[in-house]
């Protein structure tokens, strides 16, 4: 059964720094990869999404990496700042036909302090 | 301005009534997802539907059940046989299975029970 794991759960840093979030999955065979952010109260909104066979995917000040032999996945957030502060949360898909779903993390809570 | 909405936003029920939450897509996208959040948890798939008229179960499906008669809609009804339906709902729906399966959320409707 894939699990994914978010440590650590909730993170503070000063307005301006690099971050990097990460994420680790227990089966490598994955389909595609994605990261979400949820603001307080609200939906998810689709932040990168990237495929089996890609390293990385780019959107702005953001970067997602994956590494399938090591079961990871990296998000970094440049220059960061107040506006970015969110839960951010990955999702994983199995390579296991139409019937495969996404399983989620529980997520990390970042707030950057101005 | 395509998306997906969700309603009501707020959502109160007694003990032993069945609710109706409401999911609608305007993206012409073949999958629908319903997903529950608990606090300090990932996101759990309750039910999926990939195609008008065909729904399975995902993995915390009992207590719940759902239809998929227009590609658009996708409604589900939280019976009086779920035993804690306290928790923010949410929907999403994705192109298909065929396609990267990026999926797309909805700003999510917080059921609690009294």
């Known amino acids: 059964k894939q699990e994914v794991t978010q440590i650590p759960a909730a993170l503070s840093v000063p307005e301006g720094e690099n971050l990097v979030l990460n994420c680790s999955f227990t089966?490598?065979?994955?389909?595609?990869l994605q990261w979400f952010r949820q603001d307080p109260g609200k939906g998810l909104t689709s932040l990168l999404l990237?495929?089996?066979?890609?390293r990385e995917q780019t959107s702005g000040r953001l970067n997602a990496s994956l590494d399938k032999s090591s079961g990871r996945s990296t998000l970094y957030i440049a220059a960061s700042q107040p506006g970015d502060s969110a839960t951010y949360l990955c999702?994983?898909?199995?390579?296991?036909?139409?019937?495969?779903?996404?399983?989620f993390g529980k997520g990390i809570t970042l707030s950057v302090r101005p | 301005d395509g998306g997906i909405t969700q309603s009501p936003k707020y959502l109160f029920r007694k003990e032993g009534q069945n609710v109706t939450l409401s999911c609608e897509q305007n993206?012409?996208?073949?999958?629908m997802y319903w997903y529950r959040q608990d606090p300090g948890q990932g996101l759990r798939l309750i039910y999926y539907?990939?195609?008008?008229?065909?729904?399975q179960k995902g993995d915390i499906a009992e207590g719940y059940s759902v239809s998929r008669e227009k590609k658009e809609s996708f409604p589900l009804t939280v019976t009086s046989a779920q035993k804690n339906p306290t928790a923010f709902y949410l929907c999403?729906?994705?192109?298909?299975?065929?396609?990267?399966?990026?999926?797309?959320f909805g700003p999510g409707t917080r059921l609690t029970v009294l």
């Open positions: 999403a729906s994705s192109v298909g299975e065929n396609n990267n399966n990026e999926q797309f």
């Open positions: 089966d490598s065979a994955i389909y595609n």
């Open positions: 990237i495929q089996s066979s890609q």
């Open positions: 999702a994983v898909r199995l390579y296991t036909g139409a019937n495969s779903k996404l399983t």
């Open positions: 993206l012409n996208h073949d999958a």
């Open positions: 539907s990939q195609i008008v008229n065909d729904f």
